[in-house]
């Protein structure tokens, strides 16, 4: 089943990222321990993080020379790394005093590194962030407020901006923006004989048309769509559609369980005429690999990913895919609700010794033209627009893609979402392991409603 990463650049790392696929591939057992752990441990470093951090930065410490070496630590595999590295080899040539130490690795291991070392007061200076976990470590001290240094923001998309903003300030600037929506695979609905949708004025009754459609014109095994229900992206375009939201500004929920038991009563249906797999088959699809999900070998016409993904994905298929926005409830595009998501942040530890050098490398990532050009589109479109325009004659046929369908769909854009709160990482394990439960008759939406939206409520307010 297509999961949306946690908010993983245009070419989906080990992560995941939205970051995704690796993770799928472990047992669920092992991944939920995984989580928990990484929670328990952000959990457990609050005091230290506090005591440590009160007035943010650490005081400047040079070496005699006058030279400073600061840690940059990110999630991503082998391009990601080699384009970072090529980022910093020019950031340093330009600032020979300041050197950069690269700290990486795939995303399952990343946030429990992290974790303990921001307990044992040795977290990088610059720090790959993501939604999920940036209020976590800032509402605890632990980043730095950028607002107070030397980092131009005036390019920057303002939804994107403010999704690094909380109640300890700015602690995070986009490292690239993206969107919800669904890829189709054009081969498929050729295959079948069905016209692609209209995605400005299709309905979710056209999806479940139109999917049931596909697979019923398609060999066996072949279904028009992937299933929605392991991820918070759907589930937030579900509830913003219906007037509610994922969560509130004061970090509640912002929905309560008959909101939820309806996003399954829809996905139930889907499954039962047939427009997505049956529950087995989603089972035993979430663990598949992103060169191997649906949408990449053609058994899914249609599936649900973060706008980044489109190139990693066009490549495993071997052909074109189309972005398509969201189905609306009154098939209308400025009714799909669709937001900006900060794809990661560039954050920075509380207690560098070298604040204003690390906000200085911040900003030549944000703003540089030279870093533009060598990270492209690595961790989604760029948010300075500057930037983006100076480097769009230099961005692959898929790259430009994403980036097109990230301006045409501004005009529609709803209302930036509330950032989740601390404890939010735990709530996309919830989603998925109440669809499960629903999909296998073994709870019926009500009950699944109830009992997740609980869950919810422990997690983020612990």
């Given at each position: 089943?297509?999961?949306?990463?946690?908010?993983?650049g245009i070419a989906p790392e080990s992560a995941s990222?939205?970051?995704?696929?690796?993770?799928?591939?472990?047992?669920?057992?092992?991944?939920?321990?995984?989580?928990?752990?990484?929670?328990?441990?952000?959990?457990?470093?609050?005091?230290?993080?506090?005591?440590?951090?009160?007035?943010?930065?650490?005081?400047?410490?040079?070496?005699?020379?006058?030279?400073?070496?600061?840690?940059?630590?990110?999630?991503?595999?082998?391009?990601?790394?080699?384009?970072?590295?090529?980022?910093?080899?020019?950031?340093?040539?330009?600032?020979?005093?300041?050197?950069?130490?690269?700290?990486?690795?795939?995303?399952?291991?990343?946030?429990?590194?992290?974790?303990?070392?921001?307990?044992?007061?040795?977290?990088?200076?610059?720090?790959?962030?993501?939604?999920?976990?940036?209020?976590?470590?800032?509402?605890?001290?632990?980043?730095?407020?950028?607002?107070?240094?030397?980092?131009?923001?005036?390019?920057?998309?303002?939804?994107?901006?403010?999704?690094?903003?909380?109640?300890?300030?700015?602690?995070?600037?986009?490292?690239?923006?993206?969107?919800?929506?669904?890829?189709?695979?054009?081969?498929?609905?050729?295959?079948?004989?069905?016209?692609?949708?209209?995605?400005?004025?299709?309905?979710?009754?056209?999806?479940?048309?139109?999917?049931?459609?596909?697979?019923?014109?398609?060999?066996?095994?072949?279904?028009?769509?992937?299933?929605?229900?392991?991820?918070?992206?759907?589930?937030?375009?579900?509830?913003?559609?219906?007037?509610?939201?994922?969560?509130?500004?004061?970090?509640?929920?912002?929905?309560?369980?008959?909101?939820?038991?309806?996003y399954w009563d829809f996905l139930k249906e889907l499954?039962?005429?047939?427009?997505?797999?049956?529950?087995?088959?989603?089972?035993?699809?979430?663990?598949?690999?992103?060169?191997?999900?649906?949408?990449?070998?053609?058994?899914?016409?249609?599936?649900?990913?973060?706008?980044?993904?489109?190139?990693?994905?066009?490549?495993?298929?071997?052909?074109?895919?189309?972005?398509?926005?969201?189905?609306?409830?009154?098939?209308?595009?400025?009714?799909?609700?669709?937001?900006?998501?900060?794809?990661?942040?560039?954050?920075?530890?509380?207690?560098?010794?070298?604040?204003?050098?690390?906000?200085?490398?911040?900003?030549?990532?944000?703003?540089?033209?030279?870093?533009?050009?060598?990270?492209?589109?690595?961790?989604?479109?760029?948010?300075?627009?500057?930037?983006?325009?100076?480097?769009?004659?230099?961005?692959?046929?898929?790259?430009?893609?994403?980036?097109?369908?990230?301006?045409?769909?501004?005009?529609?854009?709803?209302?930036?979402?509330?950032?989740?709160?601390?404890?939010?990482?735990?709530?996309?394990?919830?989603?998925?392991?109440?669809?499960?439960?629903?999909?296998?008759?073994?709870?019926?939406?009500?009950?699944?409603?109830?009992?997740?939206?609980?869950?919810?409520?422990?997690?983020?307010?612990?």
């Amino acid at each position: 089943m297509p999961v949306f990463p946690q908010g993983e650049g245009i070419a989906p790392e080990s992560a995941s990222a939205g970051a995704s696929k690796a993770r799928a591939s472990e047992p669920k057992a092992k991944r939920s321990k995984r989580r928990l752990r990484a929670s328990a441990i952000i959990a457990a470093t609050a005091a230290a993080v506090l005591a440590l951090s009160a007035c943010g930065g650490g005081a400047e410490q040079k070496s005699a020379d006058g030279k400073v070496e600061l840690r940059f630590s990110w999630w991503g595999g082998d391009k990601r790394a080699q384009l970072t590295q090529q980022a910093i080899a020019a950031f340093e040539a330009e600032n020979p005093n300041i050197k950069i130490k690269a700290e990486y690795g795939d995303w399952s291991g990343y946030w429990d590194k992290l974790a303990t070392q921001v307990a044992a007061n040795d977290a990088p200076d610059i720090i790959q962030m993501d939604e999920k976990y940036i209020t976590e470590y800032s509402t605890r001290g632990a980043l730095l407020d950028l607002s107070k240094y030397k980092i131009d923001t005036s390019k920057l998309d303002e939804a994107a901006l403010n999704a690094g903003k909380g109640s300890k300030g700015l602690t995070g600037i986009a490292a690239g923006i993206n969107a919800a929506t669904i890829l189709a695979n054009p081969a498929v609905f050729k295959a079948a004989g069905v016209a692609l949708p209209d995605d400005k004025t299709w309905t979710w009754e056209d999806f479940e048309r139109i999917a049931a459609e596909v697979t019923s014109k398609s060999p066996k095994g072949t279904y028009g769509a992937a299933a929605y229900g392991t991820d918070e992206a759907s589930l937030g375009v579900w509830l913003r559609q219906n007037g509610k939201s994922l969560y509130t500004q004061d970090g509640k929920l912002g929905f309560e369980p008959s909101d939820v038991a309806g996003y399954w009563d829809f996905l139930k249906e889907l499954s039962e005429k047939k427009a997505v797999p049956s529950a087995s088959e989603i089972v035993e699809a979430e663990a598949a690999p992103l060169d191997q999900s649906g949408l990449a070998t053609g058994k899914n016409g249609m599936a649900f990913w973060w706008s980044n993904q489109l190139p990693a994905l066009e490549k495993a298929a071997g052909g074109e895919l189309q972005i398509l926005r969201f189905p609306s409830k009154t098939g209308k595009a400025a009714d799909t609700k669709l937001w900006y998501k900060a794809s990661q942040f560039w954050s920075a530890s509380s207690r560098t010794k070298h604040p204003e050098e690390t906000a200085k490398f911040i900003d030549f990532l944000t703003n540089n033209v030279k870093a533009g050009e060598i990270l492209l589109a690595d961790r989604g479109v760029y948010p300075n627009s500057d930037v983006r325009d100076a480097i769009a004659p230099k961005l692959a046929t898929a790259d430009t893609k994403v980036v097109n369908f990230i301006s045409d769909i501004q005009p529609e854009l709803g209302e930036a979402p509330a950032a989740p709160p601390k404890g939010a990482g735990a709530i996309q394990e919830i989603i998925k392991r109440y669809s499960s439960e629903v999909l296998f008759n073994r709870l019926s939406t009500e009950e699944a409603g109830k009992k997740a939206v609980d869950e919810m409520k422990s997690a983020i307010g612990a």
